[in-house]
């Protein structure tokens, strides 16, 4: 999977230019409620890729850092303005973010959620609440399942995870794990971990906020 985001580095935000009206409401949704929740605070961006998410979180955090195991989508995110020079980025690992230095009280992690392992989600959230602390703010989103959408679904009966075969502009093919959620899923999941969780379920896309409990 990481050699699929680093070939799809000068691709990727092109997921978020879908010609849907109702896709993109949802996704107007998304970055007011990002804008809103990461106001004034200091953020730790998982998987931040080319800085799509980071762009919309800097127009109103105190100050964002970036991590993103990929190098070729850091120089992406790094080369773009940013005026407020309240944006850093870090090469670094989403399951060993105690190597990020800084001090957090807000967790950003947008369209990583669904490219876990199930087998790792709980040592992952682990790890990232430790790394903001109790009484920290988190907010996550991702895609719903629409069929036909992004690629074919592919499931197999020895793995619970699922997978998504995708083509990138140079003919190359991939298969990249992929999971899709249910409010109840997402529940069960978030809320033996948080206090204040709120879940939204759409018909793009899904979110969970909450404190780290």
Same mark, same amino acid.
């Given at each position: 999977?990481?050699?699929?985001?680093?070939?799809?580095?000068?691709?990727?935000?092109?997921?978020?230019?879908?010609?849907?009206?109702?896709?993109?409401?949802?996704?107007?949704?998304?970055?007011?409620?990002?804008?809103?929740?990461?106001?004034?605070?200091?953020?730790?961006?998982?998987?931040? +890729? %080319? *800085?799509?998410?980071?762009? #919309? =979180?800097?127009?109103?955090?105190?100050?964002?850092? $970036?991590?993103?195991?990929?190098?070729?989508?850091?120089?992406?995110?790094?080369?773009?303005?940013?005026?407020?020079?309240?944006?850093?980025?870090?090469?670094?690992?989403?399951?060993?973010?105690?190597?990020?230095?800084?001090?957090?009280?807000?967790?950003?992690?947008?369209?990583?959620?669904?490219?876990?392992?199930?087998?790792?989600?709980?040592?992952?959230?682990?790890?990232?609440?430790?790394?903001? +602390? %109790? *009484?920290?703010?988190?907010? #996550? =989103?991702?895609?719903?399942?629409?069929?036909?959408? $992004?690629?074919?679904?592919?499931?197999?009966?020895?793995?619970?995870?699922?997978?998504?075969?995708?083509?990138?502009?140079?003919?190359?093919?991939?298969?990249?794990?992929?999971?899709?959620?249910?409010?109840?899923?997402?529940?069960?999941?978030?809320?033996?971990?948080?206090?204040?969780?709120?879940?939204?379920?759409?018909?793009?896309?899904?979110?969970?906020?909450?404190?780290?409990?």
């Amino acid at each position: 999977m990481q050699e699929y985001y680093g070939a799809r580095a000068e691709e990727y935000e092109r997921i978020y230019h879908r010609e849907d009206g109702e896709f993109q409401q949802e996704l107007g949704l998304l970055s007011e409620m990002v804008k809103k929740q990461v106001e004034g605070r200091n953020v730790l961006e998982v998987a931040c +890729g %080319t *800085g799509y998410w980071t762009e #919309i =979180a800097a127009s109103t955090a105190k100050h964002i850092v $970036g991590v993103d195991i990929r190098p070729e989508v850091l120089q992406i995110a790094k080369s773009k303005p940013w005026p407020a020079s309240n944006a850093a980025f870090v090469l670094g690992d989403a399951y060993q973010l105690s190597e990020v230095t800084g001090a957090f009280d807000f967790g950003l992690a947008n369209f990583w959620f669904s490219h876990i392992p199930k087998n790792r989600i709980e040592s992952f959230l682990q790890s990232f609440h430790q790394r903001l +602390g %109790t *009484g920290a703010r988190v907010f #996550i =989103a991702d895609n719903v399942y629409v069929p036909g959408r $992004g690629g074919e679904l592919i499931t197999n009966e020895h793995s619970e995870d699922t997978y998504k075969r995708r083509e990138l502009a140079d003919g190359s093919m991939h298969e990249i794990i992929k999971n899709y959620y249910t409010y109840e899923e997402l529940n069960d999941i978030f809320k033996p971990l948080s206090q204040h969780l709120r879940i939204f379920v759409g018909s793009s896309f899904w979110y969970v906020s909450y404190t780290v409990a």
